[in-house]
């Protein structure tokens, strides 16, 4: 077979960029190469391409083609398939064969190319899809040719989607320990590590505790903390380890610790599949244990397409369970909006948790919880500024009032409201300080009644009319 013949076969190449590579996968191996129609199980893969069939039905043949000694002719069948038909999943299957000591060089162009179509972006909310796969192997690849720093990309691109995943995991690992026995800092170069920059050495067992758990991947930082994906060796399971970054003197950091516990005590008292459960605290690392979990915030759900207008009802009810605990607790949230409401894993229809009680009240009465330090100085009141303006009750915005249930009844509505409108951002008007903001009459006329119903409760301007 030549590379004009199998030119021939199909005309000129579309200049898809799986199609460019596949000419040079001809240019490669088409010389020489048996033809379809001198091999009639070649022929008949050659078929089974040309009608598209399913990648389950020709891996089995590609095998046996392989074994026969045919592989050659089969990846140039693959190869002319794709320049016709650029289906990126037969390119997943050839990039495989040409990375098995091939011409690796020819399999790294096919996963870019890959990875820059947009049929492979709009899968990597499908966990083991293109998306995933690609970058594994890149990131395998280019960890096993020495090049530990793009590698690591790789495994972070997947990592960023299911930090779960096993094998990215371990190829990280390996990516940042071959950065560190050169010398090289980590904190740079990954997509999330950067968020170490700042933070005072934490790697040793003293410092950070890790007598218990061993510390992963950063997956975020706010103003005092920092979180991070952690392995617990004593229950064997992952978690989210939240560190408090001291403050800038003694009594900042007095209060900054006395507060991020406050928290710890707060969520000890809740119990609710819809809250983010404590899981341990150990004041004397700064450090408390959550549950894990991988799907990121309500937003970032939204922005992903994995939550949308059609899971208010589930979200609603989930929400109103968690709330329903909270305040069972004795607690007031007082920051109920998106980014405080996490996603337990990044696959759509997955549950919510309701998270970050940085700024919940409790009433100052309430027992500490054992082992946690306790510090009435911390409680600042349910009427102390708090919260996110777009999602404040009407009585809090004029600092009139004191939070309470029905305030924070009132954020989950502006929460809920912006599900229903997504993709279009709430109104300007819940942006402004304004004594006359009337919620409900942002609700869109032509939402289902039972929607109507709901928010229009949630979010009347009286406290006590609110319910869900």
């Known amino acids: 077979m030549t590379v004009a013949w199998a030119q021939r076969m199909i005309g000129g190449a579309p200049g898809h960029p799986l199609a460019t590579v596949a000419d040079a996968v001809l240019a490669r191996f088409a010389d020489g190469a048996a033809r379809p129609q001198e091999v009639a199980r070649l022929g008949a893969f050659a078929d089974a391409l040309a009608r598209g069939a399913a990648i389950a039905e020709l891996e089995p043949e590609l095998r046996a083609l392989s074994h026969a000694g ?44 890959l990875l820059s179509l947009p049929q492979t972006d709009a899968s990597r909310w499908t966990k083991g899809g293109l998306h995933t796969a690609a970058n594994l192997l890149l990131g395998e690849q280019l960890l096993e040719r020495g090049d530990p720093a793009a590698a690591l990309r790789h495994f972070d691109a997947v990592l960023a989607l299911d930090i779960d995943h096993r094998r990215a995991l371990r190829g990280w690992q390996q990516a940042t320990g071959a950065l560190e026995r050169r010398g090289v800092a980590v904190g740079r170069p990954g997509r999330g590590l950067a968020l170490l920059d700042g933070l005072e050495e934490l790697e040793t067992q003293d410092a950070f505790g890790l007598a218990r758990y061993e510390l992963g991947r950063p997956l975020g930082r706010g103003r005092h903390a920092v979180v991070y994906q952690a392995f617990d060796r004593h229950v064997g399971r992952e978690v989210a380890i939240k560190r408090l970054i001291e403050g800038d003197g003694r009594s900042a950091s007095r209060l900054l610790h006395a507060r991020f516990f406050d928290e710890a005590r707060t969520l000890a008292r809740v119990r609710s599949p819809y809250v983010v459960a404590l899981l341990d605290a150990q004041p004397r690392h700064r450090l408390i244990a959550l549950e894990l979990c991988t799907g990121g915030n309500l937003r970032l759900a939204l922005r992903r397409g994995l939550v949308g207008p059609a899971d208010l009802p589930r979200v609603a009810a989930e929400l109103r369970a968690a709330l329903a605990a909270v305040h069972a607790a004795g607690a007031i949230h007082r920051d109920v909006k998106p980014a405080n409401i996490l996603v337990r894993t990044a696959f759509r229809g997955a549950q919510i948790a309701l998270a970050d009680f940085g700024v919940a009240a409790a009433a100052p009465t309430a027992t500490a919880t054992a082992g946690l ?96």
């Open 70 to 113: 045919f592989l050659r002719g089969a990846m140039v069948a693959i190869a002319t398939s794709l320049r016709a038909d650029p289906r990126p999943e037969l390119a997943l299957v050839l990039a495989r064969e040409l990375l098995d000591a091939i011409d690796v060089e020819l399999g790294l162009r096919m996963l870019h190319a």
């Open 373 to 468: 330090p306790a510090d009435p100085t911390v409680w600042a009141g349910p009427g102390a500024q708090a919260g996110t303006l777009r999602y404040l009750a009407p009585e809090l915005r004029r600092g009139q009032a004191h939070a309470t249930e029905a305030s924070d009844r009132f954020s989950a509505g502006v929460v809920l409201l912006e599900l229903l409108l997504h993709p279009a951002g709430l109104p300007a008007a819940l942006d402004r300080i304004d004594d006359d903001l009337d919620a409900t009459a942002l609700i869109p006329p032509d939402a289902p009644a039972p929607t109507r119903a709901l928010l229009g409760a949630l979010l009347a301007r009286d406290p006590d009319a609110r319910r869900w």
